[in-house]
């Protein structure tokens, strides 16, 4: 079936630098996607959306970017923060798939001091 | 603004045995989430509620998991019996739209299968 999937498991990082998770999904007729952070312990969380009309949405230090020609979703952190070290989620949403919410497997973001 | 609460953050049973957890969302939300998530992998979506009615349950596992949430507000989710494989977080969330990629969760249920 289709699924939402990401490049790397772990992804280290310097304090200071920017960061930049990938995601790949495979279904086409998906036309939002969201990333979610979570914390050791917690439940995932919001952090930026975006649509499919969209190629580019910024937030505050974060940055997604959409390409539907190669079905790939990118998550840009800038400045990375020891607080960033998380687990990050893509997720899409697709009327096909009922307008369910559907994750992905997940990147490890560990920031080195 | 309070966020959704769940209870209990633990437990662990042996198998066969049934377990409840409880789930209160966030004032004002009409749909309701309850998620299952491995070890290592994403949330997997087993039923959403919008108030009382269900919308998608085609995850849920019926032979052994049900839940509900009566008066629209509060839902419990249930395993009977578990098996080693039910072990795993159980979260769960609310949003105020039904189809929405913006939910909120709650901290989770972690749940050990002996």
């Known amino acids: 079936g289709e699924s939402v999937g990401l490049h790397l498991p772990t992804l280290s990082v310097q304090e200071g630098d920017n960061s930049i998770i990938n995601c790949a999904y495979s279904?086409?007729?998906?036309?939002?996607f969201i990333w979610y952070k979570q914390e050791s312990g917690k439940g995932p969380q919001f952090i930026i959306d975006i649509r499919s009309n969209m190629d580019k949405r910024q937030g505050q230090r974060v940055t997604v970017l959409l390409n539907k020609t190669v079905k790939h979703l990118s998550l840009q952190i800038a400045a990375t923060q020891p607080g960033d070290s998380a687990v990050y989620f893509c997720?899409?949403?697709?009327?096909?798939?009922?307008?369910?919410?559907?994750f992905g497997g997940g990147t490890r973001l560990m920031v080195k001091p | 603004e309070a966020g959704v609460a769940q209870s209990p953050r633990y437990k662990i049973i042996e198998k066969r045995q049934s377990v409840a957890f409880w789930c209160n969302p966030i004032?004002?939300?009409?749909?309701l989430y309850w998620y299952q998530q491995i070890l290592g992998q994403g949330p997997k979506l087993l039923i959403q509620f919008q108030n009382n009615g269900v919308v998608d349950d085609s995850q849920l596992p019926k032979d052994r998991f049900s839940a509900e949430r009566l008066k629209g507000v509060d839902s419990t989710l249930k395993i009977q019996p578990a098996k080693l494989e039910d072990s795993a977080v159980y979260l769960c969330a609310s949003s105020l739209l039904v189809h929405s990629g913006v939910i909120f969760f709650g901290q989770g249920t972690r749940l050990t299968v002996v």
């Open positions: 279904n086409s007729a998906s036309d939002y």
């Open positions: 997720a899409e949403v697709g009327q096909d798939a009922g307008n369910m919410l559907t």
């Open positions: 004032s004002g939300h009409a749909t």
